[in-house]
Structure formats: C-alpha cells, structure tokens
C-alpha cells in the first residue's frame, strides 16, 4: 500500500474515531442531560425550587372519602314491571334489543335487515317504525328510490307481519330477536 493511501485510510479512521466519541459523550445521560428543558417543577407548578432545597414539605390532599350509601327511599322502590312493556306511554320496553328482520316479497325476493328497538322505536338503516306496549307495530322505509310501508306484531323473541311496496311488491317479513 503506498503512503497516500495509508494516510487516507489513518485519516477515515480517526475522524469516525472522534465522531463515534462525540456522539457517545452527547448520548450519556449526565446531569446537564436530566436539567435540559425546565427549570424544575411541571406545567402548572409555579414553585421552582431546586431539590433538597424545599423549606416545606409538600402536603398530599386526602383522599376522597369513599361513596356513601343510597338512601333508604331509593333502595327499597318495588321493581320495574316485566309484563306490559314498560307501562303506559313507555312503548315497547320489554321488545327492546337487536333484531333480525328477513322479508320476502312477490315479485321482488327476499332482504334482510339488522334493526335496533329501544323504548318502542325501531331504527334499522333503512326502516324505521314504531312498537306499541302490546307488540302491534307499523313502519316505513326506503332504498333506491323505493319506499314501503309495514305492519305487524312481535312477541317477547320474535314478530311478523306484513309489508307493501311503492314498486307493486308485497309480502311478509319475519323477526328474530338476536
């Protein structure tokens, strides 16, 4: 190897030799490091004190004293009726949940869809509706520049009924609590 060469090849070394020291010094972690940023305390602490030089320890606030009990009144009211939906004005409490609905139709074929009932309301993505305390529902819907219009009943974990659209379709439509 001649002389050039080898003084090239000494000067690479060196640099990437002070380079890999510099970068290790600037990756230590050293106090100047741990007091980069603030000057101590946190967002919201005007108290800047340097540690070890507190004239006063810090106070803890307390806990929260733990949930007292409901009272008497509260605990002791008879429980919601199971039977009559929810009673008057309430709509179809005890038909709330997810459903199933499948209906077929002649000439138009089947569909599926998921609806949801809650306090005698039924929200589907293309239906909507309603279900009184005693099952008896009716509703509307559209898609695709079709509309229709359907009644039925449902029962405590299923419901049928009847259905007709604007396209001269009619048909029946089943449901399932899911």
Known sequence: ?????MQDVVRFVTRAALLSAAFAVVG???PAGAQSGSAGGSIGNTEKSLSGTRATPRTVEPAKPAR????????TRPAARKSGGGGAGAGGGNFDGAW????VGTP???ATEAIVITSGRIIGQYTSGRVAPNGATTGAGSANGISWT???RFSARSG????RRSDGCVGRWTASKQ
């Open 28 to 30: 230590l972690p050293g």
């Open 68 to 75: 007292r009990s409901k009272p008497a009144a509260e605990t």
């Open 1 to 5: 190897m001649e002389l050039g060469a």
């Open 100 to 103: 199933s609905v499948a209906s």
């Open 160 to 163: 049928s009924g009847s259905f």
């Open 150 to 152: 359907s009644s039925g």
């Open 108 to 110: 138009c074929g089947g």
